[in-house]
Nanobody, 121 residues
Framework: QVQLIQSGGGLVQAGGSLGLSCTASGRSFMRIVMGWFRQAPGKEREFVAAITTGGITNYTDSVKGRFTISRDNAKNTVWLQMNSLKPEDTAAYYC???????????????WGQGTQVTVSS
């Protein structure tokens, strides 16, 4: 069992930056792939980024060059730094934990509580 506690997010103007963090407990963080997903109102949940224990990353095309996922295995924490934010980045963001690096949400068994990111134009 893995518990994920998120923090961060909020309201920012377009072009601004925000950071999200997610701390895991309950299982060896070293064996967990961590991912970020988001869901905008009326839309399906979509993959944002993921990172393996060894630091291999994967991003959806729309955030490449703007978002950075990172992790600290000693702190059991993963971060998502979001720069050059756009109104279309507005969504509820969720961290997730799984066993394999994937952009498919079905590969992630554990989920954080979600945090809202709102980008105003």
């Amino acid at each position: 069992q893995v518990q994920l506690i998120q923090s961060g997010g909020g309201l920012v103007q377009a072009g601004g930056s925000l950071g999200l963090s997610c701390t895991a407990s309950g299982r060896s963080f070293m064996r967990i792939v961590m991912g970020w997903f988001r869901q905008a109102p009326g839309k399906e949940r979509e993959f944002v980024a993921a990172i393996t224990t060894g630091g291999i990353t994967n991003y959806t095309d729309s955030v490449k060059g703007r978002f950075t996922i990172s992790r600290d295995n000693a702190k059991n924490t993963v971060w998502l730094q979001m720069n050059s934010l756009k109104p279309e980045d507005t969504a509820a963001y969720y961290c997730a934990a799984g066993a394999l690096l994937s952009d498919y949400d079905g590969r992630y068994a554990y989920w954080g509580q979600g945090t809202q990111v709102t980008v105003s134009s």
